[in-house]
């Protein structure tokens, strides 16, 4: 897995209208998608090419499952900057979508020509770095889910992922066993890259046994919407208490 980590300045402030980290990304995604769609007319699912289409596995099946490139995004990231203020922004490629590594480095030396929508930036540090991607975990008992996830079952859509990750992605991540159990569980919702809202859970969850969680993973967030900010956790109960 590589982490891309990109600093920007805005020379004349901005004022986004919902958060930047989103809009770069859904940029991103969608220059993906008319770099290698043949097929415009119609939708990913009915494409003769799909299975052949880059932008078609790297968005995990046009955002049906897991995307191969996730950005870090925050619900609570700052929409106004002042002059000269700065973005940080990071993006992961998942197992071997370290090839296309090279859209990215499109993205923000080209193809923005330091412009998101109308507003000028200019790139102060532009980084990568690779992880093992079980080198660093986290043991964990409980935890809070802190941004929506798409099932109340935690380590199910945990397992979820990581299946999808392992096969379309050639990841080496593991399965969990063990048995999920909630407490003040409530409806959540979040937005996709349409603005249409999603409907998920947060809660505290504690588990039949300790479990460990590559840190990576955890960065990223779990389930279907970590590409939106989803699946954030805040440990409870761990060798080592943290919030991601």
Same mark, same amino acid.
Do not use: W
């Given at each position: 897995?590589?982490?891309?980590?990109?600093?920007?300045?805005?020379?004349?402030?901005?004022?986004?209208?919902?958060?930047?980290?989103?809009?770069?990304?859904?940029?991103?995604?969608?220059?993906?998608?008319?770099?290698?769609?043949?097929?415009?007319?119609?939708?990913?699912?009915?494409?003769?090419?799909?299975?052949?289409?880059?932008?078609?596995?790297?968005?995990?099946?046009?955002?049906?499952?897991?995307?191969?490139?996730?950005?870090?995004?925050?619900?609570?990231? %700052? #929409? $106004?900057?002042? *002059?000269?203020?700065?973005? @940080?922004?990071? &993006?992961?490629? +998942?197992? /071997?979508? !370290?090839?296309?590594?090279?859209?990215?480095?499109?993205?923000?030396?080209?193809?923005?020509?330091?412009?998101?929508?109308?507003?000028?930036?200019?790139?102060?540090?532009?980084?990568?770095?690779?992880?093992?991607?079980?080198?660093?975990?986290?043991?964990?008992?409980?935890?809070?889910?802190?941004?929506?996830?798409?099932?109340?079952?935690?380590?199910?859509?945990?397992?979820?992922?990581?299946?999808?990750?392992?096969?379309?992605?050639?990841?080496?991540? %593991? #399965? $969990?066993?063990? *048995?999920?159990?909630?407490? @003040?569980?409530? &409806?959540?919702? +979040?937005? /996709?890259? !349409?603005?249409?809202?999603?409907?998920?859970?947060?809660?505290?969850?504690?588990?039949?046994?300790?479990?460990?969680?590559?840190?990576?993973?955890?960065?990223?967030?779990?389930?279907?919407?970590?590409?939106?900010?989803?699946?954030?956790?805040?440990?409870?109960?761990?060798?080592?208490?943290?919030?991601?």
């Amino acid at each position: 897995m590589i982490e891309y980590n990109i600093k920007l300045s805005f020379p004349l402030g901005a004022n986004f209208f919902k958060s930047p980290n989103l809009l770069f990304y859904k940029k991103m995604m969608q220059m993906i998608k008319k770099l290698n769609c043949v097929n415009s007319e119609r939708k990913c699912r009915d494409c003769p090419n799909k299975m052949v289409c880059n932008y078609y596995r790297l968005s995990g099946e046009d955002f049906l499952y897991y995307p191969g490139i996730v950005s870090k995004i925050s619900l609570f990231d %700052s #929409k $106004i900057y002042q *002059e000269n203020q700065e973005l @940080n922004l990071s &993006f992961y490629l +998942i197992g /071997d979508c !370290h090839q296309f590594s090279g859209y990215i480095d499109l993205f923000f030396q080209q193809y923005l020509n330091q412009n998101i929508g109308g507003i000028p930036f200019y790139i102060k540090s532009f980084e990568n770095k690779y992880f093992d991607e079980e080198e660093d975990s986290l043991s964990i008992r409980s935890c809070v889910i802190k941004t929506p996830i798409e099932r109340e079952d935690l380590m199910g859509s945990y397992n979820q992922m990581i299946e999808y990750y392992d096969h379309n992605y050639h990841c080496l991540y %593991s #399965k $969990i066993k063990a *048995e999920t159990k909630v407490s @003040n569980f409530k &409806f959540s919702q +979040i937005e /996709d890259l !349409h603005s249409k809202r999603m409907s998920g859970y947060i809660g505290s969850v504690f588990l039949s046994k300790i479990v460990d969680i590559p840190n990576i993973l955890l960065e990223i967030g779990i389930g279907k919407f970590n590409y939106l900010g989803g699946g954030k956790i805040a440990i409870k109960d761990s060798a080592e208490k943290t919030e991601i």
